[in-house]
């Protein structure tokens, strides 16, 4: 087969798109992780002021990433983002463990939305490379998460800065859209 014909066959291939809503509470490290898998520069990065939209290929996949800050006043204007939502990542500072309790209420919140309902959440149990770090399995349990039922989720330990568990995690969520993604 030639260069062209190759070419042209790639081209042709339609290409899944897949809508994946990036939230948690401010400074669990959302930005950081969708700039690690832009694989994009880690210095400098300032706390989301709205939004932050990134799209990366993977396995067939065009995953267009919304990335929605955590601050307070904020979160009120995440509902304005859940539409046609295929994947939710929900980021944990797994360092923070004064708001686990606020990050916990947050996201049985997101879980109740009528628009995500059914959509698979993958939870980042992110900063695991600090020594202050709860486990992602110590979260999981504060979290309830085992009562999860009505979708699939996952909770996956990484590390923004060093890249540690992030890929996993986004094979996780390639496996679970598989052939939801809609067509470009």
Not at 111 to 132: C, H, R, S, Y
Request: glycine fraction near 8%; proline fraction near 2%; include cysteine.
């Amino acid at each position: 087969m030639g260069l062209l014909s190759m070419l042209r066959k790639f081209k042709s291939a339609p290409q899944k798109e897949v809508r994946m809503l990036v939230l948690g509470l401010d400074n669990a490290g959302k930005t950081t992780i969708l700039k690690k898998l832009a694989d994009e520069d880690l210095k400098n990065i300032t706390p989301t002021q709205g939004f932050n939209i990134k799209s990366v290929q993977s396995s067939g996949f065009k995953l267009n990433m919304w990335d929605i800050g955590g601050q307070r006043q904020i979160r009120k204007y995440w509902h304005h983002y859940f539409d046609d939502t295929d994947v939710l990542i929900y980021v944990i500072d797994s360092a923070d463990q004064k708001r686990f309790e606020e990050t916990g209420d947050e996201l049985a919140e997101l879980l109740e939305e009528a628009k995500l309902q059914g959509v698979p959440v993958l939870i980042f149990a992110n900063k695991q490379d600090l020594a202050t770090a709860a486990k992602a399995s110590d979260i999981a349990t504060g979290l309830n998460l085992h009562t999860i039922r009505d979708r699939a989720w996952q909770i996956q330990p990484c590390s923004a800065l060093n890249g540690e568990g992030v890929k996993d995690g986004l094979d996780w969520v390639l496996k679970h859209i598989g052939k939801k993604g809609k067509k470009k």
